[in-house]
């Protein structure tokens, strides 16, 4: 390893300009002319529009333009779209309503786009806002899901029941059979709650048209900004797809957020054509929490057979997956294809069956936020194990241990073929770093303090890496998702590498970078990343799913790859030897056997310059392409031990401890790494003890700023424990397996586990607040200090 | 989301004067904080504009509010529902009862409403204390209105 090559903790490239403020967000952006876009938004959570009268707004100082529904709909901009389709299990297809990006004649979520005002300056727009009059007939509104498929309340039309799908995965017979075998059957009934992403820099857009060329640029906070492109292009045809470049410059954290393509990147893109100006909108921090596309919000109950000796035989679980007013871009794929797979976790479970149904609400829109997915069919997973272990009385660790898969690779009964891991390595090392065995220990000392001490665990598993192409088309995806990469060496042998992977805080500037140094031999600030320009890159599928390394950096790798090979060409007529004979190590090109070598920079040069190879024998230059679609996911899996402390007086939960042991295959950057867990864990215990998202009955967001909504502190964490194991991924050139979303996925288990193990009951609800644990906590039998 | 609030108050007047001020829009203008207009459209209805200010959120609501219920002089139903643009929006009603009391009158309230958009995503904790200011407020200057003092000046 080189101070600056795979494994090494090299410090964040990208920190300097970040930490100093000379970042460039899409808000930095500043065109000539630009004017400024408010979206009026629905105060009703579900409203027919009678009539929308603008007239006095119209005539309002600075007032550009004003735009509804209609103008969208004549100017034949088609709605917003879900890139997933999923089928019930009667066959039928699901059944998705319309989605305006500016409401057509219904609201139907609080902060629902209803108009665009376009001014000289954000002030103007404001106010102009303020004087459009909308008539409104309210409708009565819902808002849990289990409570939309039983209500009068119609959103949608298409969509009896206000349900979208019933979907199932898994061998319902194979199921029932294991559930009439078995010794004991565990049951249990979770909500998991409703989050707000909440990402530091909050979405944004800047929409501009060129009547020269007829060229359209927007400037979009996005994860994946060819994605982008496409959907606005091909499906919402804002823009020819060869007319329209995005640019997603800096980005200041997504979660999942980001993916996704909303009303009002859309409306800025369009309206720019409209006014003949450039278009910006900022999202305030109350529009975010209102429209940018929440996570999670699942009602489940599950039951897990089990023998006389401990071991799983089936699971069933039924989920009902609030997936808000309207189906944002990968809405229907989260609560099935990313959720239900993964419900055999690190076990050995012979018969899963699982029931999804997906239902519209009068709530925002709900899509994948870090994790996405597979936190949900964690939670399930490794709660109902946790209440089978203690059931049956057995040990929480050595439960799992009798049920983990020991050889790969592995079949599960929902999909997933695991291809490496070893679990025991993982849970050992955390009871270590725990120092497990003296927990009984720390829980009587806490007793004596008239503190409730637990300790929980969660085995986690994500499929990431995603996805093979072939595979995800057959369950329904709209697009593949490989990932494509560019590596240019220019003639003074610095390199430039153009990736389809986005950075939002990943630090792939640093990362990618590190690959190319050791492969190539190149120093590292010799190496620049380039990625968020459709203008630029090729194209990309961009990040999200832990998928930049596994099948960003493999994009990269396969590249590197096809540029030695272009080199040893190169040098093998510089060397005057066969081709054969070059050998490429260390950053030098060498004939075999020999002292005759030519470094890698003399080789790009020479490569351009062509002055020893003719032009019939070999292409002058030095830059490859190469597109990577993954063989299979990747499965890291690990083990994250919470030990709290309650309070019963005050309901306040204490995390004292927390140990991680993670295999995430071959690291690239052990820091980032490292901070990946730290910040995926500060997400997890966030949703675990903290942030909630709650609409009254009436359908207004009643959490809508941090003055209701709370997120993780410093000082709500302990400082983590986080070891690795290592078994990399066979699928993969790199063997790399992704890290992004693990804390996030293994801490809501984890902590909920912890603190229903200090109550003695199993009923806290999530998120655990104070409140709740205190409630929780009048139900438990006080410790005895002798205990 | 929802917002109730119920309570008394004794006022210094017997009910008929009592009564008589609860539909003198004159009275209701220069008791109701923040009010800038209040109208007579018919009858039992009155146009209304008026200020109002829940924690970070301020705006100028504007409605219709009608009397329903018409119990003279033992009560009605006070109702209206008003528009306040970005803020959102606010409808509801008070039921209102009179009864004599020793002293003058004893009023008797019950306020049952429903406020929506800005108001309820930033001000939704705050709105219960500022429903209750706002009502305190108006009884006070209601009650001063109402008051010997005040009729003689």
Redesign the interface.
Known sequence: MTATGIGAPVRRKEDQRFVTGQGRYVDDFNRPGQAHACFLRSPHAHANIRSINATAAKAMPGVVGIFTGEDLAADKIGGLICGWMIHSKDGTPMKAGPHPALAQGKVRYVGDHVAVVIAETLAQAKDAAEAIEVDYEVLPAVVEGPEAQKTSVQIHDVAPDNTVFRWHLGDKAAVDQAFAKAARVTTIDLVNNRLVPNPMEPRAALGEYDPGTDNYTLYTTSQNPHVARLVLSAFIGVAPEHKLRVIAPDVGGGFGSKIFIYAEETVCVWAAKKVKRPVKWTSDRTEAFLADAHGRDHVTHAEMATDEDGRILGLRVQTVANLGAYLSTFASSVPTYLYAPLLSGQYDIPAIYCEVDGVYTNTAPVDAYRGAGRPEATFVLERIVEKAAREAGMDPAKFRKRNYIKKFPHQTPVIMTYDAGDYHASMNKALEAADYKNFGKRRRESARRGKLRGIGFSSYIEACGIAPSQAVGSLGAGVGLWESAEVRVNPTGSVEVLTGSHSHGQGHETTFAQLVSDRLGVPIENVSIVHGDTDKVQFGMGTYGSRSGAVGMSAIAKAIDKVIAKGKKVAAHVLEASEGDIEFKDGKFTVAGTDKSLDFASTALQAYIAHKFSGQELEPGLKEGAFYDPTNFTFPAGVHICEVEVDPDTGVTKIERWTAVDDFGIIINPMIVEGQVHGGIAQGVGQALLEGTVYDKSGQLVTASYMDYTMPRANDLPSFQVGMTVTPCPSNPLGIKGCGEAGAIAAPAAVINAITDALGHEDVVMPATPQNVWRAAQRSRMPMAAE | ??MTMQGEVLLPAGRDRVWAALNDPEVLKSCIPGVQELEKTGDTEFRATAKVAVGPVKASFKGVVTLSDLDPPNGYTISGEG?G??A??AKGGAKVRLEDAEGGTRLAYDVNA?????I???G??LINGVAKKYADEFFANFAKSLSPAENAA
């Not at chain 2, 429903?114 to 800005?118: A, F, I, L, T």
């Open positions: 989301m929802a528009q643009g970005v959102g929006f429903q406020v929506g958009g800005k309820a995503q930033l939704g904790r």
